[in-house]
Structure formats: C-alpha cells, structure tokens
C-alpha cells in the first residue's frame, strides 16, 4: 500500500508505532535480492524500505570491526575500509545490504574459510514491534551474559523485529591471494577433490563448483574459453609462501581425481576476472533457454555426503525437460541447481517444485538441510516443516507470538502462524 524510506533508527521506530497502531503489516526490504519471496507484501501494509540508511558509522581497526546502517552494502563498506588493510568477509554474489544478509543469514563464496553472517555478526541494533529499541549485545569477540539475542535476529527475515545497524567482523586482508579453476573430467571428481582437500587441512579461502552446462554458458556470455567439462573455482590467502603450498596440494589431489587444466591467478584483475565468471553464472545459465525463468534450489549437506547427494540429483537431473546447470559453494556442502519453467506454462513450474522436493528429501535424508543460504520466506515453509518436525515449529511460532503478537511484521513469511 506505501512505500516508507527512513533514514534513521527512530525514523524507523515511528513508522512502526504508527502502523502499529493501526494494525498494518510491515515488510523490511533492503535491496530485493532475496529469492523465496521474503519481501512480498502477501496481506498489503508498508514496506519499510532500508537502502536509505546507507551510513558507516564507525570502524573500528585495532578491534577488527565496523558500525554500519542496515542499508549499507557489502561493496560499499569494502571501498570505505580499503585504505585500513581491512575487508568484510561475506560473499553472496549480489550487492546485498548488510542489514538484509543479517536477516537472512546470508553465506556465499568466502564461508569455508570466514564463515557465514551468523559467525561475522557481533550484534544489532533492532526496532521491535513495540516500538522498542534494543541492541543485542556489545562490541566484545565473546560474551556470556544472557540470552543469545543477535542469533535470534540473524535469519529471521524480518518476521521478529527490524534490524537498522548492524556490527559486523572484519579481516586482515592478506599478504597474498591467488585463484585457479580447475577443470575435471566428472562432477564427482569435483567433489572428491574438495572434500580431500578440506579433510587434509588445507585452509581454502573459496572454493566453487560449476557443471559443463554452466561453464559453456559462461564463455558464451563473458567471451571466456575455459575447457567445457565440470569446473572447481579456488582461492588461496595466506603469505606467499603458504598460498603456493595450498594451491600446489589442491593441484596434486586434483590431479588424482581426474583434474586438469589447473589455470592460475594471481594479479588482482585476473582474480576478479574468474570470480565474476562465476558470479555471473546465474546469468549466463539463463541462455540456454531464452524466455524462461529459473527455480533456484539451495541444499547442503555434510561435506561426507556431498559427492553422494550431487551424483544422486545429476541422475535424476537426465530425467527433467530442460538443462539443469550446477553451480555452488561445495566447500561447504552447499549447492544449487537452475531449474528452468517457462513462466507461461504453470504444469512446468509444477515440474521443477517437484523436483525440487526431491532433492530436499534427499539431502534431508543425508542429514543436511532444506536451505543452506536462501532461507525460507514463502517458498520453503513445507521444506521446514520436513526438516525441524512440528515440535520445533511450534516453539518458532510462540518466539513469533513474543515479540509480534499482532502478526505486523512480515506475515506469512517463515513460520505461518496459524
């Protein structure tokens, strides 16, 4: 029904305490780039739109951490902090809003090695639905007082309160940094190596995987030429000396698992080059069937059963009406699948759910779960139920019930409340 766009914490309280009173559904939006429908307004009512709120607020270099708005994105605090020899770990691809990525726990290409927003988030500051404002915890690495708060609003997706600053870690940037993508001749082969080179203790920064259908797409789309066949992207920190210890045991294990082509990458643009390639995969992948839309699944599992769980689903994979490129962060046992519909046929939407439940009770069966960075907004609501058991979904609901009695913010999305 309206759009609001507050610039400052108590902008944001005021809002609230006036829809409250009103009895008008609230949907927190940062920039739009989540994907299970986590900011639709499904009952009407204001979006409370955050980009707005785009302040650094303050860096704290000797303790490793920053102070930002919730509308402050990923990018932009990595240019802000260039000049300390700092940098923000968290990767999804999109220039998402640091805000949004607390509330929906965000992960991407960097969480094998600095983890996901669950473990790069120090503490929040949040409106309630009261119109409270609290900060979760202070700026202390470790602290035993209470209730854990800042992991109660880390992946709530904006259904228990509205996160508007947000204390994130930060990294040394390291002495050296170098790329390679390695071409395989099987997907297993793919992931063998990486489950070897985790297990031997190979300290991998980033570590990416892409099938033959996703590599042919992207050299059309960014005019690359690598070798058309399943492909892991890696990166390396460390000194220069460890970097090159890294990549050299990955290439050895490589090689045993039918790897090939180990490409280097050591200038800064060259890096970026291959790390775009891949970032644009989503993109490029959308070719290969002009006019279609993508269902993008989100399993992971145990990294032990990972080879399992991705050999199982390219099998049943032959059997779907369209290509299905693979792409995803396999470092942690988390991987993606395009599932092409045409949005003008509904009986090929109705395919790909199918599909898709599939290969949730797959990988729930191997002990993994149902989303492993997209969270669950509308579209995974069945999937949760599946994986935690109705016991966990009622106590979900009453934490719901505790801090939004009303049901305002964000309705319907991850537990439905009735």
């Not at 709120?53 to 708005?69: G, K, R, T, W």
């Not at 639905?129 to 904006?158: C, H, M, N, W």
């Not at 970026?272 to 993508?294: E, I, M, V």
């Amino acid at each position: 029904d309206a759009v609001v766009f507050p610039h400052t914490t108590e902008e944001v309280r005021d809002i609230v305490n006036i829809c409250g009173r009103h009895r008008v559904p609230m949907i927190p939006y940062g920039v739009g780039t989540s994907l299970e429908g986590h900011i639709l307004a499904v009952n009407g009512g204001v979006t409370i739109d955050l980009s707005q709120m785009n302040q650094v607020l303050a860096v704290n270099e000797e303790d490793l951490d920053a102070v930002v708005q919730a509308g402050v994105t990923r990018k932009q605090l990595n240019e802000y902090i260039k000049h300390s020899g700092l940098f923000f770990a968290v990767d999804p691809g999109a220039d998402a809003t640091l805000g949004g990525m607390a509330a929906t726990r965000a992960s991407g290409t960097n969480a094998v090695r600095y983890g996901t927003m669950r473990e790069n988030v120090i503490s929040l500051k949040v409106v309630l639905a009261d119109g409270r404002i609290i900060q979760t915890s202070r700026r202390p690495k470790k602290s035993a007082a209470g209730y854990d708060l800042t992991r109660l609003f880390v992946g709530s997706e904006g259904t228990l309160g509205i996160i508007t600053e947000v204390t994130v870690r930060l990294y040394p940037v390291q002495e050296a940094m170098s790329a390679a993508v390695c071409a395989f001749d099987s997907v297993d082969g793919c992931t063998k190596t990486v489950i070897e080179s985790i297990q031997a203790g190979i300290p991998l920064a980033r570590c990416d995987i892409v099938c033959e259908k996703t590599i042919a797409a992207i050299n059309a789309y960014k005019k690359t030429d690598y070798r058309v066949a399943p492909t892991v992207f890696f990166e390396f920190h460390g000194t220069a000396a460890s970097v090159i210890e890294q990549a050299e045991s990955v290439q050895a294990i490589a090689k045993e698992n039918g790897g090939m082509d180990f490409q280097w990458a050591t200038r800064p643009e060259d890096r970026n080059r291959l790390w775009d390639a891949r970032h644009d995969a989503y993109f490029a992948c959308l070719q290969l069937r002009p006019g279609s839309r993508a269902v993008s699944t989100d399993v992971c599992v145990p990294i032990s059963r990972l080879a399992e769980c991705v050999r199982e689903t390219m099998e049943d994979a032959k059997n779907y009406f369209a290509p299905v490129p693979l792409l995803g962060h396999i470092g942690d046992g988390n991987f993606h699948l395009m599932l092409f519909v045409d949005p003008e046929k509904p009986e090929e939407t109705e395919i790909a759910k199918a599909f898709n439940r599939r290969l949730v009770q797959r990988a729930l069966a191997m002990e993994g779960t149902c989303t492993g960075e997209h969270g669950i907004g509308l579209g995974k609501q069945a999937s949760l139920r599946a994986e935690l058991g109705d016991d966990v979904i009622a106590i979900m609901r009453d934490i719901k019930r505790v801090f939004d009695p009303e049901n305002l913010l964000n309705p319907g999305k991850v537990v439905p409340m009735s």
